[in-house]
């Protein structure tokens, strides 16, 4: 078998808590011979800041571009707010996108169905809902320069942030959403804002044009208000959903909690396949933060970290069956009643992360 490595980066708060899960699971499916997993760990986020003064050291930065894969837990805190601007703990994280060229960031929303009680949207709203949403990580407002506050010399000061994509980064992005929604409904929302945008009238125009490339695509043009409206009105309408990098993290916390927990929502950020070898960079991590407020009691969700490694076995590693045994599994200790805190619902049992973490490993056999 194959040996492959994991660079794992726990991060701050809940960070270090659910890593410790995926690092159970990870022994587990080495000791049954159905992976062969070297691990290493590093330091991101606050943590790396309170170790060497940076958000993430170059020593780290370089295991992360050598690793197979990347497994990020959380970062931030009120500890770290502050800390420098440049050495903030998010920096940890947009470095690493950055670096790594992880354009894609995959995120799905998908409602266990133990879990449709525990939307704050009806159950027949979100029962079966399985959104995915494709979001541009490594652009636009994020990134683009001039990004800076000045004194005007008058007593004000002045903000600014610039939204910038060149057709290229529409068009990759594009074609990721495309391929993805061709193994699924074959429906693809493109959110923008191209009535008040530049940048959005260019997003329409390229993600069109590629649409050309696909005629199976059913493709449907929609402003990103309205998408953030349309995914509380009636969520089940979308199948994929394609759009920029703010837009993007917005829209896909308004799904996560669609599915019941911001808990239960994993990602997936990868680069462009190598010209030579073909693998992609990719780093995997959950949608929801650090949880200062939980954070060192035990009582985390462990679900999307642990669906961010599934999500690993799938993209990274190519082994599907095992990444849905991992979801099977999940699906499977929701069935049996266990829940964490943040999903608790009447007549449940109410567990730990670590015991959400046995649990799971345990469905696996
Ligand atoms: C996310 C997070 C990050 C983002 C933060 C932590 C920088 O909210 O991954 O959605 O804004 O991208
Ligand atoms: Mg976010």
Known sequence: MAT?????????????????????????????????????????????????????????????LGADAVIFGAVGGAKWDSVPYEVRPEAGLLRLRKDLGLFANLRPAICYSALAEASSLKKELVEGLDILIVRELTGGVYFGEPKEITELGNGQKRAVDTQVYESYEIDRIARVAFDLAMTRGKKVHSADKKNVMKSGVLWDEVVRQAAGDYPEIELYHILADNAAMQ????????????????FGDILSDAAAMLTGSLGMLP???????????????????????????????????????IASFAMALRYSFGMIDLAGRVEKAISDVLEDGLRTGDIMQDGCKRVGTAEMGDAIIAKLG
Do not use: C
């Not at 509380?232 to 394609?242: A, E, L, T």
């Open 4 to 64: 492959h490595s994991l660079f794992l980066l726990p991060g701050d708060g809940i960070g270090t808590e659910i890593m410790a899960e995926v690092e159970k699971l990870i022994a587990h499916t080495n000791a049954k011979g159905w992976t062969d997993f070297t691990t290493e760990n590093g330091l991101v986020g606050g943590s790396a800041y309170d170790a060497h003064g940076v958000a993430i050291s170059e020593e780290d930065m370089e295991k992360a």
């Open 231 to 246: 995914l509380v009105r009636n969520p089940k309408q979308f199948d994929v959903m394609v759009t920029d990098n703010l």
């Open 267 to 305: 990602s997936a950020s990868l680069g462009a396949p190598d010209a030579q070898t073909g693998k992609r960079k990719a780093l995997y991590e959950p949608v929801h933060g650090s949880a200062p407020d939980i954070a060192g009691q035990g009582v985390a969700n462990p679900i999307a970290m």
